[in-house]
């Protein structure tokens, strides 16, 4: 009989939370009001009140500052417009994977210059690259001459783009591997 177990889904990364209205609990606020003038220094309890009477909140926007900085505005707007910044932030962030080349003891040379264009490619790209070499029977015993084949090929990509060592060509059981990347 088999168990099926559910997984449980990953959590949820929450946005940064700002405190607003009756979750400050500190005595006193530095306030800015709507149209971004400094109102100075204010009791917590009297700033929420001018932040109601302008129909807008109170929202807590820099915590540690003794007193902390608070700014009337509405709440579902800045928290919108936070959430819509960290999309942008994270739509432009570079996403860098580690692409993967996969050679033989007994490659012959075209075979080996096809491997060689798709490596130029993918590091052209700005992709990391992992070249690897599994080891099948007999091959196992002479693992030495698979790491010489991957330094050779690094070295032959080296001849077009600079390149950095992630992780030096290792043997790991049956199988020699090495990450490289083309520095900028």
Do not use: W
């Amino acid at each position: 009989m088999r168990i099926h177990y559910r997984r449980r889904p990953p959590p949820k990364p929450q946005s940064q939370l700002y405190r607003s209205n009756e979750q400050i609990n500190v005595p006193e606020v530095r306030v800015i009001d709507d149209e971004g003038k400094f109102l100075g220094v204010l009791k917590t309890g009297d700033a929420i009140a001018l932040a109601r009477e302008r129909e807008f909140d109170l929202v807590e926007v820099s915590p540690k500052e003794n007193p902390p900085v608070c700014k009337i505005l509405d709440y579902g707007a800045f928290k919108y417009q936070k959430d819509k910044e960290t999309r942008q932030q994270k739509a432009h962030a570079k996403k860098v994977e580690v692409k993967g080349i996969r050679l033989s003891v007994k490659m012959g040379t075209h075979d080996q210059d096809v491997r060689k264009e798709q490596a130029l490619d993918f590091l052209k790209e700005g992709q990391k690259l992992k070249i690897e070499i599994f080891l099948r029977g007999r091959e196992k015993a002479h693992g030495d001459i698979a790491l010489q084949r991957i330094k050779d090929f690094i070295d032959i990509i080296g001849q077009t783009y600079e390149l950095y060592t992630e992780q030096e060509a290792k043997r790991q059981g049956g199988n020699v591997s090495a990450i490289v990347g083309r520095k900028a």
